[in-house]
Each structure stands twice: as structure tokens, then as C-alpha cells.
């Protein structure tokens, strides 16, 4: 893709993002999410970025809105249109501002009833790790080391609201239009002091946030837990961007969802033969989804004493590679309906 390639000349990408809107091809959220991040990685301001994301999403009134209204402010956004881009989060954010009290708990509760009541009768889901699966990351993060929360993958900040109960928290999203919606929810729930929302693809991003992390404390470890909500297919590559950082406490906690559906099997495979990690399966109820069962991971990082060495995934088993491959096929369908799909049903996770 010309964006990504170019986003090392900032200036090239917004001339190339400015000769696509006039021809009027619209791009997603996750395409700005990569010159996001590249703002953020060359202190570049994000104004004019933002400006053309307004002139790409100007079919969607309400999002053009929350793209220039100052958080926490959305209480004047047009309505919210069934088939306009982002129409379900939109939706949601509307939710809970009508329905929830200015505080973490209210919000993420109101978040549920959303996800549980409203839009079932749509066939639609809410990408959230409600129920069982907010409890189970309670739980584990109670248990981590007393250091920094990293969450991979905001989506619209449910998670990250749960976890800055219990500590600080940085999180990262790929797509800037799910971004602007959680720092909206953030800031409603009061929690932006305590919550930071980093725009970018963990690929590129991650990197650089290592750095930037160690820069601030060098040689001291900072990450107590992490939770990682963000595509599958990165699981791996991003848990040894993490170990290779150091920037891991010892015993940190590492939490993986949906490992089973749609599923990590890298991921789970590499975790299995490396003696870095203690990892536990967990098997439990999909948030909102009757009679579908997923899996979380809760791994502890145990810190080598010696040099921590990359582990090698590159002897995958055929079975594992077929596996990974019908994994990100079926990611893949999710994410249909951002372009005019039909996407994945809910029978097809069972």
C-alpha cells in the first residue's frame, strides 16, 4: 500500500491521501491509523490528518462530528445513521451517554447492556470483552506485578476503562476511527488522566512505545500486565517485540482473547514451547454470543536469568501453518462489513 510505504515522508502521504479523496476513494480507519502512528513517531501535530479524515468520513455526519469535537464533548453530534461508517460504536457512544453515570464502572456497565439488549435483535455483535471475560481480567490483573497496564487493541475503550480501575494503563488501536470513539468514552467516564490512547499499528508502533517507555526509566522493567485484544495474527510477533523491549516485569501477566475463535494457533503453539512463559488455556462463554464458548490465555512471564533469547517460530508444524491460515481467512470475513460485506454471522463461531 502507497501510504504505508511512504510513511516515512510524511509529507508524500498527504499528498497521496489528498489525491485519493479527490478522486473519491475513501479509505478506512485502519489505513489512517498507520499515518497516525507516524504523526505520533516523528512529533508531527495531527490536525491536518484529522482534517482529511473529516473530508473522507463527510457521508457520516456523525462521525466527521466526533472527529472535531473536543473530548468529552459529543452531547450536540448528528443523528446516527443505519450503513454510515462506524454507525454501531456511534451508537454506543450514544448509549452511554444517556444511560450511564460519569465514572469507569457505569460506563463499562452501560457498554454491556449494549452489547447484551440492543444489538442482538440486528445480528450484530460488540467486540467487547464483557462478561466472564471482564471478570477473568479482574482477576488476572489483580494478580500482576504493580506496574504498568498495556492494552493492545482499544476498539472503543471498554477494556481499558476495566483496567484503569486497578492501575494505569496505555492502549493502542489500529484504527483511528475506533480511537477517537474510545477517547470520547474515556474522557466521559473521567478516566483520560489515567488512561493513554495510542493510535497505530502494533508494528510499527509497538516499537517505537518501547522506547519511548524504557527512555523514561531506562534499565528498569515497567509492564505488569498486558492484554492483548488486537488481530490474532499479531499475537506472536508482538509478545516478542515485548520480551525483547525487557520493559517486562518478572511474573507479568499476559492475557490473549479470542485464541480460539477466531483463533491464534501460532500464537498458542509458540506460548506452548516457550520455557519463558507459564500459560494456562481458559474456557469460558463468548460476551453476548449464547452457547459459544471461546478461549482466553493467562501467561506469566518468568524472567530468564540469563541473556532472553527471541524464540523461533520458524519450524511451524503444517497443521499449525493450515490452522493460521483458516484463522485470518475468518478474520478476514469480520472485517468485511467496514467495505461492504456481509461479514461473519453469529453461527459461524459456533
Not at 510505504?5 to 485519493?20: I, M, Q, Y
Not at 462521525?63 to 468529552?72: D, E, K, R, Y
Not at 523514561?216 to 509492564?223: S, T
Amino acid at each position: 500500500m502507497l501510504l504505508e510505504a511512504s510513511c516515512g515522508n510524511l509529507e508524500r502521504c498527504f499528498r497521496l491521501l489528498d489525491a485519493a479523496l479527490e478522486c473519491n476513494l475513501l479509505l478506512d480507519g485502519a489505513s489512517f491509523g498507520i499515518l497516525a502512528g507516524a504523526c505520533r513517531r516523528q512529533q508531527v501535530h495531527q490536525a491536518p490528518l484529522l482534517e482529511r479524515f473529516v473530508r473522507c468520513y463527510r457521508r457520516s455526519p456523525a462521525m466527521a462530528g466526533l472527529a472535531q469535537a473536543p473530548a468529552p464533548h459529543f452531547e450536540d453530534l448528528p443523528p446516527v445513521q443505519a450503513g454510515h461508517s462506524y454507525a454501531k460504536e456511534l451508537m454506543l457512544l450514544q448509549h452511554v451517554r444517556t444511560s450511564a453515570s460519569r465514572n469507569a464502572s457505569a460506563v463499562c456497565r452501560a457498554m454491556e447492556q449494549f452489547g447484551r439488549e440492543k444489538l442482538p435483535s440486528s445480528s450484530k455483535w460488540l467486540k467487547i470483552a464483557g462478561g466472564p471475560k471482564a471478570e477473568l481480567l479482574s482477576s488476572a490483573v489483580a494478580s500482576s506485578p504493580k506496574g504498568l497496564a498495556l492494552e493492545l487493541g482499544t476498539y472503543c475503550g471498554f477494556s481499558a476503562l476495566h483496567l484503569s480501575c486497578h492501575r494505569k494503563v496505555v492502549t493502542v488501536e489500529a484504527d483511528l476511527g475506533h480511537a477517537l470513539i474510545a477517547e470520547k468514552v474515556i474522557a466521559f467516564a473521567g478516566m483520560s488522566q489515567e488512561v493513554e490512547v495510542i493510535v497505530g499499528h502494533t508494528e510499527d508502533t509497538l516499537p517505537w512505545l518501547m522506547q519511548h517507555l524504557a527512555a523514561k526509566e531506562p534499565g528498569e522493567p515497567l509492564i505488569g500486565f498486558v492484554f492483548m485484544d488486537q488481530r490474532g495474527s499479531r499475537y506472536q510477533s508482538d509478545l516478542e517485540i515485548l520480551k525483547c523491549s525487557k520493559l517486562l516485569m518478572d511474573q507479568a501477566v499476559i492475557v490473549a482473547d479470542n485464541v480460539l475463535k477466531p483463533g491464534a494457533p501460532k500464537f498458542l503453539w509458540a506460548l506452548s514451547n516457550d520455557p519463558a512463559f507459564r500459560t494456562e488455556v481458559i474456557e469460558l462463554e463468548e460476551y453476548a454470543m449464547e452457547n459459544v464458548r471461546d478461549w482466553m490465555t493467562i501467561s506469566t512471564y518468568c524472567q530468564p536469568a540469563g541473556p532472553d533469547r527471541a524464540f523461533e517460530c520458524t519450524l511451524l508444524p503444517k497443521q499449525i501453518q493450515t490452522l493460521e491460515w483458516r484463522a485470518e481467512m475468518m478474520r478476514n470475513r469480520s472485517h468485511r462489513p467496514q467495505h461492504g460485506g456481509s461479514g461473519v454471522d453469529h453461527r459461524h463461531f459456533r
